[in-house]
């Protein structure tokens, strides 16, 4: 699910990140379901990353705050496209 977000910039590896995972998750539920589940998936992977984030950039020095904020600006783009309008 996370490497997949980071595809975008790659739609057919994204697309294949996405086959990999149902097909790893087929013998627990059918691949239908989660086909129909992505983006409810997508929404739950950005909000467990975004809180994720936020304890990093908190533990880390400062200085290095910037160079780690856009995973977080991305993970909060992607929760927000995931929110139903």
């Keep these: ?3 997949s977000t980071w595809l975008d910039d790659d739609p057919a590896r994204g697309e294949r990140a996405w ?3 149902l097909d ?3 013998d627990v539920v059918p691949a239908e ?3 129909a589940a ?5 929404g739950l992977t950005a909000a467990y990353h975004t809180v994720s ?3 990093i950039l908190r533990a880390i020095e400062p200085a290095l705050r910037d160079e780690l904020g ?5 993970y909060g ?3 927000d496209a995931a929110i139903p309008r």
């Design 33 to 35: 379901r989660l086909r």
């Design 38 to 42: 992505r983006p409810t998936l997508v």
């Design 53 to 55: 984030y936020v304890g």
């Design 24 to 26: 790893a998750w087929s």
């Design 70 to 74: 856009g995973g977080l600006e991305a």
């Design 77 to 79: 783009r992607a929760l």
């Design 19 to 21: 086959d990999v995972f």
């Design 1 to 3: 699910m996370t490497w």
